[in-house]
């Protein structure tokens, strides 16, 4: 009764501008992360391989992209910094009565960060004053604290969608297990899911560029080898992001069953559940969908015969509205079927490559290539819809609702309008340094030598022609 009362009260109307504002950052910052994880280990790929078999094209590629990296953490740094400082701006009920087991994975990510920024600045500056293999080890610190920050991040928010390792006495935690806060139920399987992600997204949108080059007739060696590092390493991900995909669903469904009913578009616990592509719920009936017979209830269960709980299990206090239920189904669609796209074009590579072990010349391959990184792009976005609406209307699952967490008190707009101003400014800027960059390598072409320890061409021989430089 009490639960019932309390969900009567209208929404305040911070509620609005403070879910575009957090769903604009959010949306923003999940660009940036791929190239704080994956990008730098592909980066440390073409630096092992120059430093271990002298290839001065790889060697290359590795500065270069250690230097896109670098304005990539940058622009990181700042859309980071304004996501956590709008977690207590915007989420008051969320930090004030939950922030001693909520911030603890925070601040686990802060010591990755300053880890990372350390020695991203060591790495680029000891280009020219370090030697090889010392040199590329702190490349390696650089790539393992990224996947550090990423996976406390990911601890954070698993924790929302499974909160445990807490108690709450008198609507405050008084005490917390940090281990269970951080490896909670939803942790490994998101965090390996994300890890995945990012691969597949840096993978691909770096591959694109030089595919874009090759289509440009541009086929010397620094393009093929360009294109064949992210892309392959984003063809390894993307299997093993299907086979993670699929037991995360069963997850969901034992775990989360309203937000599994909204993904499979259930609006009725039943068994013999189809899988519906497209479609949406009106009214409370599923339509304009394509079914798919018994497919959901497999996908659940192994069987036909498996029960899946509906909407209308869920308790009507807490029941997510058809609008979200709608909104979330149909991101998961677009996620699956962006994701089966690059899986195919993943597989087209891997028949090509194992006929004749070099990159593939198709047309068609390479505008696919092309355009692959922000279909990835696509897939991690709607991905995210569905984690975060999904989770409607909790702000963390079972504890407190979205409604609660949020600040109460003055208007959110112009704080939203700032914010969005700053990230035009960044991305604007982003964008301005890494074109006049391109251009300057442009114009150097691919067999310029970079650095010190980098293979070199022989010393041109003295023309002694006039004699002035005989004995």
């Known amino acids: 009764m009490l639960l019932s009362s309390l969900l009567s009260v209208a929404d305040?109307?911070?509620?609005?501008?403070?879910r575009e504002q957090m769903a604009f950052t959010l949306g923003f910052h999940i660009i940036i992360v791929p190239f704080g994880v994956?990008?730098?280990?592909?980066?440390?790929?073409?630096?092992?391989?120059?430093?271990?078999?002298?290839?001065?094209?790889?060697?290359?590629?590795?500065?270069?992209?250690?230097?896109?990296?670098?304005?990539?953490?940058?622009?990181?740094?700042?859309?980071?910094?304004?996501?956590?400082?709008?977690?207590?701006?915007?989420?008051?009920?969320?930090?004030?009565?939950?922030?001693?087991?909520?911030?603890?994975p925070f601040a686990i990510e802060g010591l990755f960060f300053f880890l990372e920024a350390i020695f991203m600045a060591i790495y680029i500056y000891g280009w020219r004053r370090l030697p090889p293999w010392p040199h590329f080890l702190t490349g390696v610190v650089v790539t393992l604290a990224g996947v550090g920050g990423t996976a406390s991040v990911i601890a954070a928010n698993s924790w929302m969608n499974q909160p445990g390792g807490f108690t709450v006495k008198d609507g405050r935690v008084t005490e917390v297990v940090p281990s269970k806060v951080f490896f909670n139920g939803a942790f490994w399987w998101e965090t390996v899911h994300m890890?995945?992600?990012?691969?597949?997204?840096?993978?691909?949108m770096v591959a694109g560029v030089y595919a874009w080059g090759l289509l440009k007739g541009r086929r010397d060696r620094y393009h093929r080898l360009g294109f064949l590092v992210p892309f392959t390493t984003a063809a390894i991900a993307m299997p093993l992001q299907f086979l993670v995909g699929d037991t995360i669903?069963?997850?969901?469904?034992?775990?989360?069953?309203?937000?599994?009913?909204?993904?499979?578009?259930?609006?009725?616990?039943?068994?013999?559940?189809?899988?519906?592509?497209?479609?949406?719920?009106?009214?409370?009936?599923?339509?304009?969908?394509?079914?798919?017979?018994?497919?959901?209830?497999?996908?659940?269960?192994?069987?036909?015969?498996?029960?899946?709980?509906?909407?209308?299990?869920?308790?009507?206090?807490?029941?997510?509205?058809?609008?979200?239920?709608?909104?979330?189904?149909?991101?998961?669609?677009?996620?699956?079927?962006?994701?089966?796209l690059l899986l195919l074009l993943s597989l087209w590579f891997a028949w090509f490559w194992w006929r004749r072990r070099e990159v593939p010349t198709n047309r068609w391959f390479l505008r696919g290539a092309a355009?692959?990184?922000?279909?990835?792009?696509?897939?991690?976005?709607?991905?995210w819809v569905v984690t975060e609406v999904g989770r409607q209307p909790w702000a963390v699952v079972g504890v407190l609702l979205t409604r609660d967490a949020v600040a109460t008190q003055g208007n959110l707009w112009p704080l939203f309008a700032t914010v969005l101003a700053i990230y035009l400014c960044v991305g604007i800027g982003a964008l301005l340094v890494l074109r006049t960059m391109r251009r300057r390598?442009?114009?150097?072409?691919?067999?310029?030598?970079?650095?010190?320890?980098?293979?070199?061409p022989a010393p041109a021989a003295k023309d002694h022609s006039d004699g002035a430089d005989r004995p």
């Not at 039943?270 to 339509?287: F, K």
């Not at 030598?449 to 293979?455: R, T």
Request: glycine residues 10%; aromatic residues 10%.
């Open 12 to 18: 305040p109307p911070q509620l609005l501008p403070a």
């Open 38 to 104: 994956a990008f730098t280990f592909m980066m440390l790929v073409c630096q092992f391989r120059a430093l271990r078999y002298g290839d001065q094209q790889a060697l290359l590629l590795a500065q270069r992209w250690s230097r896109v990296a670098a304005v990539l953490f940058a622009v990181g740094a700042v859309s980071g910094t304004v996501l956590t400082f709008e977690l207590g701006l915007l989420w008051p009920g969320l930090m004030g009565a939950y922030g001693a087991a909520f911030g603890f």
């Open 195 to 204: 890890l995945l992600a990012a691969y597949i997204v840096a993978g691909f």
């Open 249 to 340: 669903a069963r997850q969901v469904f034992d775990r989360e069953p309203a937000k599994f009913a909204a993904i499979e578009l259930v609006p009725s616990t039943a068994d013999h559940v189809p899988e519906t592509l497209g479609g949406v719920i009106v009214n409370g009936a599923v339509r304009y969908g394509l079914p798919l017979p018994d497919v959901a209830s497999i996908l659940a269960g192994f069987r036909p015969s498996t029960t899946i709980r509906g909407l209308d299990a869920i308790p009507r206090a807490v029941r997510p509205d058809d609008a979200v239920v709608n909104v979330v189904h149909l991101a998961f669609d677009v996620m699956v079927g962006t994701a089966s």
């Open 371 to 383: 355009v692959a990184g922000l279909v990835s792009l696509a897939s991690l976005e709607s991905g």
């Open 441 to 456: 390598w442009s114009e150097s072409g691919p067999d310029a030598v970079a650095v010190p320890y980098g293979p070199r």
